[in-house]
């Protein structure tokens, strides 16, 4: 075991007990590859670490045993092509099992990962490669992703080298064929190239509601932030399959299918889909027979649309899901199939799990939980004092600057500025809104920027997503503020329908009394669209502000052409 090389409890009594007396302790030179993943291997050599599946039948089973001479072949290959401690490599795999072991390759050479998704296009990769000084690119063999990073290479000056995973292409270096001349032993590295505890191992890249991506840095102990995650908030256990959703690119991907999990022993489930098919997703999770499962809301949304009950999912222990609120009756429909509940949690690429729901107390549907020990998590209001019970504030982590908490983000990578300006005053906004209840469970509201204030009264998103959903007719829809001349702004709802459901008046007016009568009458959505899919981020999050954004440019359009009525 080894979690109590880090942490001086592990058990728990309560979540009173597990806020106070929860700490986690690290040598100054932790490094995830030889530390977890090196020291899992020489405890067990046959001790299983990933199970990794594909859409076309193929399987590989690896141990640590087996990650830890990959990877040491893997971090011989990358020094061999110059990558050094410091150096930024972006990787864009997908699910491709070849992450993983350059994943651990690359923080034990120090080197700074960027984890990007598939989507990215020409621009998107120009900007994150010069921004980041990207030395290296790391690649699955798809058509789309090579015309991209091939167009986009000439326009980063910083970038030395491009390799292929999956299978080999004219002009790349082929990432098997690479490993296999490299010697499997790589030395814990020193002196000057010596990697501690500070240093930049991971470099997210967030997209605001202005401007570029920021570029949010995390250091070595990164990873030990996510034992909350994994062992408390997920369930995961030892030598266990844990499953978590996620593409590569994504901070959701550290959250839940490397870092937390492998300290804690699980086994990692990796089912590299090239597509979401809620049917194939399913099927897995019964043929694999999983310990815990971990999704976005709305995959348990489109899962939900399936014959749940077709499939034997009885050896799922526990459900998670993070990304966004789960609303109320994806849960009460999850709970009436599987018999288990699906607890949530809360977060950004900013950090581990902020706010959970943890094993010592009962859920409340629709609450996002209860603090991280990690974290010492304040409501805060826009003169930043902290407000009371019943009261909305921002969420903010306390005492960033003096006491910096592990797991939380160090700064904004390659700038200084940013990192004073954010991150090293009182405390950390994370600028989702939210109020606590008086047994101190938190209930999301939504982002800052997208709380509706309509005719005096302040409306959060998810309330009335949470109300419409539970309309037989909703697969799922966003809740915005569309511009009003008399009111300021009112409720608009952008729906996806059922199959069988037609978009019509009737149906407005249905969705429209529904909500009436499920929440307080004032919050209905005197608009409705109906659309065939919601625009979404890359990584599966609605994209509210584009669909404001896009009303607001409608209505400055409308005003534009309006005939000049005065004398």
Known sequence: MLLDRFLPRIEFDSYEDFKKNYRVNFPENFNFGFDIVDEWAKQDETKKALVWCDDHDEEKVFTFKDISLLSNRAANYFKSIGIR??????????????????????????????????????????????????????????????????????????????????????????????????????????????????????????????????????????????????????????????????????????????????????????????????????????????????????????????????????????????????????????????????????????????????QWDDLKIGASGKPSPLYDIKLLDEDGDEVGVGEEGSICVMDVKHNPPTGLFTGYYLDPAMTEEKLLGRYYNTNDMAWRDCDGYYWFVGRNDDVIKCSGYRIGPFEVESALIEHDAVVECAITGAPDPVRGQVVKATVVLKKGYEPNEAMVKELQNHVKRTTAPYKYPRIIEFVDELPKTFSGKIKRAQIRHEDEDAVRVRDTNQPNTKN
């Open 85 to 358: 401690k410091g150096d930024a490599v972006m990787m864009i795999l997908r699910r491709r099992w070849e992450y993983w072991i350059c994943a651990v390759a690359l923080h034990k050479l120090g080197a700074t990962i960027i984890p990007s998704t598939l989507q990215l296009t020409k621009k998107d990769i120009v900007y994150r490669g010069n921004a980041a000084h990207v030395k290296s690119i790391v690649c699955i063999n798809d058509a789309f992703v090579i015309e991209q990073v091939e167009k986009a290479m000439p326009e980063i000056e910083s970038l030395t080298t491009r390799t292929i995973v999956g299978q080999p292409h004219e002009g790349w270096l082929f990432f098997e064929d690479e490993i296999e001349k490299q010697s499997d032993v790589f030395e814990r590295p020193s002196g000057e190239d010596a990697v501690m505890w500070n240093d930049v191992m991971l470099v997210y890249f967030t997209s605001g509601t202005e401007g570029w991506p920021k570029m949010i840095q995390h250091n070595f102990v990164y990873p030990l932030g996510h034992i909350v995650t994994a062992k408390y908030w997920q369930q995961v256990q030892d030598g266990k399959l844990h499953m978590s959703v996620s593409d590569s690119g994504w901070a959701k991907f550290g959250w839940g299918k490397i870092y937390g999990q492998w300290i804690s022993g699980a086994v990692i489930f990796a089912y590299d889909m090239e597509k979401f098919v809620p049917a194939k997703l399913l099927e897995k999770m019964a043929h694999y027979r999983l310990t815990t499962f971990c999704a976005p809301p709305t995959m348990y949304r489109f899962m939900l649309l399936e014959d749940v009950e077709k499939y034997d999912l009885s050896s799922i222990q526990h459900y998670a899901t993070a990304g966004e609120p789960l609303n109320p009756e994806v849960n009460m429909k999850w709970f009436r199939l599987t018999g288990h509940n699906i607890y949530q949690g809360f977060g950004q690429s900013e950090g581990s799990v902020l706010l959970a729901d943890f």
